[in-house]
């Protein structure tokens, strides 16, 4: 989505505009940032890859989901940690005052956090998203923005870049059933060949039936990993948006993730539904050895 986008019943929805800074869009941004400073601080160039960019920037109206999302952490300073880094740049690099009328996406996130010496491969399946793209990267020249399948490309993205390290972020649209399968299965081609990436999976979470079995199929696979799981509504609540949301780290280095638990824990105690109903659940997952 621009970063969280949940597909509507029917078919993959490809406009993130509609889940624009949602908590999904909160949560996998902070997981973000926080791998992005770990790996920065551990390579001196990094480069970022991305396989369903969006927008790049996105205008927040009068209503809408970011409303349960940044709008609960806009107007309260955080406590510190990844949450303020991530309020911080969002102010900096979006707008509002009172309330954020502009929130950016995770490639402006990516810039950001890299500098202007990082190079950024894009991908975005619809040609006028990717021209808004475009637009929005402000023709700088380390940014490459390419329309077509993201998925099918990241293998040879990752293998391509010459960078120290490289971090690659996967936020398909989940809009067809296969996509529980199809998406994994890239993500383990990719770790395969180019093992010493970072890869970031978002996926929704409105019960755990299948991100399980997404984790049960990389574990066969012989991937080894991390999921972190941020719920701000109960999964008993039936609703049409997002219960909650998860990230699956490859690759990710210690530091960021030891972060996310703090983070979770302020994102959750302003974000959730019903005022201290929330749950953050970090798990590993490791070989063919199963799911601790």
């Not at 621009?2 to 078919?11: E, F, M």
């Not at 399980?212 to 999964?235: C, D, F, I, K, S």
Request: charged content about 20%; overall charge neutral.
């Amino acid at each position: 989505m621009p970063a969280s986008r949940y597909a509507a019943a029917g078919g993959a929805d490809y406009s993130h505009r509609l889940h624009a800074g949602n908590v999904g869009d909160v949560w996998k941004h902070c997981v973000l940032i926080a791998v992005l400073r770990a790996v920065a601080a551990e390579a001196r160039h990094v480069a970022y890859v991305e396989t369903h960019a969006g927008d790049g920037r996105y205008r927040l109206h009068p209503t809408g989901e970011w409303t349960e999302g940044v709008g609960r952490l806009w107007a309260e300073p955080a406590r510190g940690g990844v949450v303020a880094d991530y309020l911080e740049l969002c102010r900096r690099l979006g707008a509002g005052d009172g309330r954020p009328t502009t929130y950016p996406g995770s490639p402006a996130f990516a810039r950001a956090v890299l500098g202007d010496d990082a190079e950024l491969g894009l991908r975005e399946q619809d040609q006028r998203t990717a021209e808004h793209l475009t637009a929005a990267a402000d023709a700088h020249p380390r940014t490459h923005v390419t329309v077509g399948d993201g998925i099918a490309a990241l293998d040879g993205a990752l293998h391509a870049t010459r960078a120290d390290a490289t971090v690659a972020l996967i936020d398909p649209s989940w809009g067809r059933k296969s996509d529980w399968q199809s998406v994994p299965d890239a993500l383990v081609r990719a770790s395969h060949r180019t093992p010493r990436a970072c890869v970031l999976l978002w996926y929704p979470v409105k019960s755990l039936t299948r991100p399980n079995a997404m984790m049960e199929r990389l574990v066969a696979a012989g991937v080894e990993g991390v999921a972190a799981e941020l719920v701000t509504t109960p999964l008993a609540h039936q609703r049409q948006r997002l219960n909650g949301s998860g990230v699956l780290l490859v690759g990710a280095p210690a530091a960021a993730v030891d972060a996310l638990g703090a983070a979770a824990a302020e994102i959750g105690g302003r974000c959730a539904t019903f005022p201290g109903t929330w749950s953050f659940r970090l798990r590993s997952f490791a070989g063919k050895h199963g799911i601790c």
